[in-house]
């Protein structure tokens, strides 16, 4: 089936330091969303994207939904301690048949900041 | 608070022995997912529902039933566990079937040994 790979699998930063990560695939994407998992909690939504060259912020966070439709982007700038987490990309893939909120993920970006 | 709950949050239980992890939101949301979270693969669908006995099977489904008899619930079902089933669960909803922003609970983590 459809895989969207994530990358870096892990980073280990500087407070301060700016952080990016991607997403990409293979095939075209209709929506891009990003979520963030705290250790021993459910992913929270961070930023969604709809269309293609997209860019949003949510505070620090930026992201942007590729030119190609294929990939998308997340980053961070001035990280802090709070941005521990694993991030995770999601996608709904283009075409689309049954639940039309089906969801393709990533396999995470592990973020680790040192203070 | 808007929120999904799950129980348990840890389980760890034996090979075969048939158990159920429930989930519920007061969000009176349509759309309710299972997925399992496994190291190096992400987020994996297991059932989902689009409303009250609309079920249908996501994209890893065997050894899993659920059930959705009423809105808020949607509990996962193991009839016979098995150690490869050993891994973190997630449950989440969306306000409807074309709604992409789901909201997670947060995690039963079921161990079977």
């Known amino acids: 089936g459809q895989q969207l790979n994530q990358s870096p699998q892990s980073m280990f930063i500087q407070e301060g330091e700016d952080v990016s990560m991607n997403c990409t695939s293979s095939s075209i994407f209709n929506t891009w969303l990003w979520y963030k998992q705290d250790p021993g909690e459910g992913p929270v939504l961070l930023i969604a994207?709809?269309?293609?060259?997209e860019l949003t912020s949510n505070g620090r966070l930026t992201a942007q939904f590729g030119i190609t439709r294929k990939d998308s982007f997340l980053n961070i700038s001035a990280s802090i301690p709070s941005d521990v987490g694993i991030y995770f990309c999601?996608?709904?893939?283009?075409?689309?048949?049954?639940?039309?909120?089906?969801?393709?993920f990533g396999t995470g970006t592990l973020l680790a900041v040192q203070p | 608070e808007a929120q999904v709950t799950q129980n348990p949050r840890y389980l760890i239980t034996v090979t075969g022995k048939k158990l159920t992890v429930t989930c519920s939101q007061n969000?009176?949301?349509?759309?309710m997912s299972w997925y399992r979270q496994d190291p190096g693969l992400g987020l994996r669908q297991i059932y989902y529902?689009?409303?009250?006995?609309?079920?249908d099977k996501g994209d890893v489904p065997e050894g899993y039933k659920v059930s959705r008899k009423e809105k808020r619930n949607f509990p996962l079902i193991l009839e016979s566990p098995s150690p490869n089933q050993t891994s973190l669960y997630f449950c989440a909803s969306s306000l409807s079937r074309t709604a992409l922003k789901q909201y997670f609970g947060p995690g039963t983590r079921l161990t079977v040994t």
């Open positions: 529902s689009m409303n009250v006995e609309v079920t």
């Open positions: 999601a996608g709904q893939p283009y075409p689309y048949g049954g639940a039309t909120n089906k969801l393709i």
């Open positions: 994207l709809y269309k293609a060259g």
């Open positions: 969000m009176n949301h349509e759309y």
